[in-house]
């Protein structure tokens, strides 16, 4: 044995857990293999500023971690009060063995923040080589050298479940085996939420397509009056009413989104969904790009405007988001719900003829973004107004 390095025979349940705690460990490590298309680093990708912001794990360096902690064999190893830098675990220098501190013991059985499997892929990155910090500059077009507390992050905070595992699997993603990284992970949304640049104009552009139509229900008077609305809630109870205070919201919210995408949301048939709470941030999936760009029911548009009401602390009743984090705000002393406003501009808003020569038939609207003057909405509103101001 090197000198220096004192160890020791581990007990029968220590040997045990430690080996349990190993094939966890090679279990996950798999597990990111398997999912290598939603978790790991595509090889010659530029990643950008996210390479300094996320620990890129390469499917090579995973493989690497699976080859080395098969090799080696684990020992009992006790700290002296010098050792203050040695952590739980302390590979030899010149034998392929791993010495388990004490520390080792406390430590969570399942990967977590400060878990065993995390402290055995810390340690695996130590004996390949990886130092105990990154180094955060660039050699050429490289990304940043990942330190071995890093690359444990990866894994212990970024692929981890977030969801509880209840009756066979995980609530986050249905993924049954315990020993597993997680799809849904914030991995998965920090390597694959960025739009292209051709996704970044339609966004745009559909952004600035939905406040035409939230200014314009404004200019035609489509929306009500928060004196009136009481009165008028008796007489059009049909009718999703929209307050002015509410356009506002709306507007002021949509104007500060900003935009990602989600490639695989949970849910295949879901357009787009909010952030989770405190984030301005509204994902677009692959069935969002598909969606029509004119204001209709199934619109971009109208897809934009459920979202921001979802933000605003509204409730969506006809589906489920993707995001487990429920929008949390004030409620609507009315009961308005997300689809209620959504659907408020794409069914009772928009125009029922179609734009043909330079205008609407059913109204003479020049422009071909915007809301009917003669929509049901109108219609119906402005019976309302001359029955309460009567």
């Known amino acids: 044995m090197s000198a220096g390095f004192e160890l020791g025979p581990l007990t029968e349940d220590e040997d045990r857990?430690?080996?349990e705690a190993q094939f966890r460990t090679l279990s996950i490590l798999e597990d990111a293999l398997k999912k290598t298309r939603w978790l790991l680093a595509e090889p010659g990708r530029d990643y950008g500023l996210q390479a300094r912001n996320v620990p890129l794990i390469s499917p090579e360096l995973v493989e690497d971690l699976i080859q080395t902690l098969q090799q080696f064999e684990f020992l009992k190893y006790e700290k002296t009060k010098y050792e203050i830098g040695i952590g739980a675990l302390y590979p030899a220098s010149s034998f392929p063995v791993i010495g388990l501190c004490s520390e080792f013991w406390q430590r969570h059985e399942n990967l977590s923040f400060c878990s065993r499997p995390g402290s055995l892929i810390k340690t695996g990155a130590h004996i390949l080589g990886y130092h105990d910090s990154d180094k955060f500059w660039m050699e050429g077009n490289q990304r940043p050298v990942l330190g071995a507390s890093r690359i444990s992050e990866a894994f212990e905070v970024w692929m981890r479940h977030k969801g509880e595992y209840v009756n066979g699997s995980f609530v986050c993603c249905g993924e049954k085996s315990i020993q597993s990284v997680c799809e849904n992970s914030d991995m998965?949304?920090?390597?694959?939420?960025?739009?292209?640049?051709?996704?970044?104009?339609?966004?745009?552009?559909t952004r600035k397509a939905t406040l035409t139509i939230l200014y314009d229900a404004l200019n035609k008077e489509l929306i009500v009056d928060d004196s009136h609305l009481i009165h008028l809630q008796g007489c059009a109870v049909m009718l999703p009413l929209?307050?002015?205070?509410?356009?506002?919201?709306?507007?002021?919210?949509?104007?500060?989104?900003?935009?990602?995408?989600?490639s695989r949301p949970r849910h295949e048939a879901i357009f787009a969904y909010p952030g989770g709470k405190a984030q301005d941030v509204i994902y677009l999936c692959p069935l969002f790009w598909l969606q029509n760009e004119r204001l209709r029911n199934g619109s971009r548009i109208g897809t934009l405007i459920l979202c921001v009401s979802q933000m605003l602390g509204y409730r969506h009743v006809l589906d489920r988001t993707s995001n487990p984090e429920e929008p949390t705000?004030?409620?609507?002393?009315?009961?308005?719900?997300?689809?209620?406003?959504c659907s408020a501009f794409e069914c009772w808003m928009m125009h029922r003829e179609p734009y043909t020569e330079g205008s609407y038939c059913c109204c003479g609207e020049n422009n071909e973004i915007s809301v009917c003057r003669k929509s049901i909405m109108g219609t119906e509103l402005r019976q309302c107004l001359r029955e309460y101001l009567a």
Not at 188 to 205: G, I, P, S, Y
Not at 242 to 254: H, V
Not at 329 to 341: K, V
């Open 17 to 19: 857990m430690v080996l």
């Open 188 to 205: 998965r949304f920090a390597l694959h939420c960025t739009l292209n640049e051709e996704q970044k104009d339609l966004a745009e552009t």
């Open 242 to 262: 929209i307050p002015q205070t509410l356009l506002a919201k709306l507007i002021m919210k949509l104007e500060k989104v900003t935009f990602k995408c989600d």
């Open 329 to 341: 705000g004030p409620q609507d002393p009315h009961l308005l719900t997300a689809d209620d406003i």
